[in-house]
């Protein structure tokens, strides 16, 4: 049967993975490639790396990082943050990972999407929706959760599995860093919207909200940072819980 | 100079994973990304992946003028298709009703939309992506070391129906049983990604890197088994 999936998120900037990262004995707190092989060991189905580097100048620095990763770490890699351009996404792929992921150039010029998923397959292509609850309905928003874009989440979620997303990565900007758990509520409605799998992703602040994420949001995916960068729980551990919970997990 | 392991690049997809999964399971074999006939034919053992849609697979292919060296290939030495490259050995595709390369007597058609349910009556996402448990039909060098209904890492919209049932290596559930890996002769080809696998993944890989269908085809012999 088909394991849910964990996914470990891994901020990077300027290089190295910010937002604090706790492993025991972990003799370089921020070297991606460290924490990635860590993760991996541990039983991460996949890896997420969102690069947040703000100057251009630095921007190839993911792509040394990437290439470091697959070298060592045969898991699903996917790639994030700064995604404009096909020539961006070829450069991703060249380096290693297997899926890039578009977001506000998704929203700004949606034909990237569909080009991309045409040239390198919708496998590869995540499109991830930044959203916020506004009024009686949900909203896409972009640049970090800052910038409205006037776009029905559930609307936006279907153009871009008509475009070619291969699969769709769901953040609630209510959510995201509250520790309170997924927007349930949107979670499900995306995924029942659509038929490409859905990584949900914002709120996770213990083990009972990945299951809740797959039980009740029906999300295909869970993504994490902080309950798992900051050790608070493991891998192992939480894969144990859902499955005790009833989740068919990878052990 | 020839090399040992040629991968296939018809301009579907990224190779390098598959590139870089086998370069760390044989690291003193010469390994080479080619898309030129000659270069295959004369590799030792051929890795055929392949991303994307079967009728732009099948086009590349033969804008590269490498279907003959691909058919050689597949009767004639170690042989491992991924994914795509496992679909396109059938006869033909459903995916844009795309004739393939016929290696295989069989077709591959989607998974249907009907039948997308878990028995809890939740629906099931295509494309079939993740991690599911592989079942071992028939024992294999290609097995060795893996556990039986090991999991693998998969992302498909479509599978392999073949039409002779010997071929069939090992299947996975979603929600029916379907194909997943298919083996006759010299050739073995997977629908889930080896090079994307961790553990189980590198040890099919790594046994792919060491195989002597030869060998094995003797010991069948020796033992009376039906091995065709």
């Known amino acids: 049967m088909l394991a849910k999936r964990i996914i470990p998120c891994l901020d990077v900037t300027n290089g190295r993975v910010v937002k604090g990262v ?68 070829q450069r991703l792929l060249n380096a290693g990972a297997d899926k890039v992921s578009i977001n506000t150039s998704a929203v700004t010029n949606p034909q990237l999407v569909k080009d991309a998923a045409d040239r390198y397959g919708s496998q590869c292509i995540v499109v991830a929706i930044d959203s916020k609850r506004v009024g009686d309905h949900w909203e896409v928003f972009t640049h970090g959760g800052r910038k409205a874009t006037g776009l029905d989440a ?4 279907k153009k871009m599995e008509s475009l070619g997303a291969g699969e769709l990565l769901l953040t609630s ?33 213990n083990l009972q909200h990945l299951v809740d994420g797959v039980r009740e949001g029906r999300a295909d995916a869970v993504l ?22 009833g989740i068919e997990v990878r052990l | ?30 390994v080479a990304v080619t898309s030129d006939p000659a270069a295959i034919t004369a590799a030792g053992r051929v890795v055929f992946p392949g991303q994307g849609a079967a009728r732009d697979c099948m086009r590349e292919i033969d804008a590269r003028g490498l279907r003959q060296a691909i058919v050689d290939a597949a009767r004639s030495k170690p042989f491992l298709g991924i994914c795509m490259g496992m679909q396109v050995l059938f ?5 844009g009703d795309t004739a393939c390369l016929g290696i295989l007597p069989g077709s591959v058609q989607r998974f249907p939309h009907e039948a997308m349910h878990d028995d809890r009556g939740n629906k099931l996402k295509v494309p079939h992506m993740g991690w599911n448990n592989v079942h071992q039909v028939v024992p294999h060098p290609l097995w060795a070391g893996i556990e039986e209904g090991a999991r693998f890492y998969f992302v498909h919209s479509y599978f392999v129906q073949p039409a002779s049932p010997e071929v069939i290596a090992g299947f996975s559930h979603y929600p029916f049983p379907f194909t997943c890996a298919v083996a006759s002769a010299n050739m073995f080809a997977v629908q889930f990604h080896p090079e994307k ?7 099919l890989l790594g046994n792919f890197v060491t195989w002597n269908p030869g060998a094995s085809e003797t010991a069948c012999d020796m033992s009376g088994a039906a091995c065709a």
């Open chain 1, 224 to 245: 994490a940072a902080s309950i798992f960068h900051f050790g608070e729980y493991g891998i192992d551990e939480a894969k144990k819980y859902m499955k005790q919970h």
């Open chain 1, 154 to 157: 559930i609307e936006w979620a």
């Open chain 2, 91 to 95: 006869e033909h595709s459903e995916e």
């Open chain 1, 22 to 89: 706790n492993f025991v004995e972990l003799k370089d707190a921020g070297d991606p490639v460290e924490i990635a092989r860590r993760y991996n060991e541990a039983g991460a189905d996949e890896l997420t790396f969102l690069d947040i580097t703000a100057s251009s100048d630095n921007r190839d620095l993911i792509l040394h990082i990437i290439e470091a990763v697959a070298a060592e770490v045969f898991i699903p890699l996917t790639v994030g943050g700064g995604v404009r351009e096909v020539g961006d996404v």
């Open chain 2, 197 to 203: 696998s961790q553990n189980a993944g590198l040890t």
């Open chain 2, 1 to 30: 100079m020839s090399v040992d392991i040629a991968v296939i690049d018809y301009g579907m997809g990224n190779l390098r994973s598959v590139s870089k999964a086998i370069e760390h399971v044989a690291p003193a074999a010469t």
């Open chain 1, 173 to 205: 900007m209510d959510r995201d860093g509250t520790k309170s758990g997924f927007d349930l509520e949107l979670t499900r409605a995306i995924s029942e919207a659509v038929d490409i799998p859905i990584i949900a992703s914002g709120g996770v602040g």
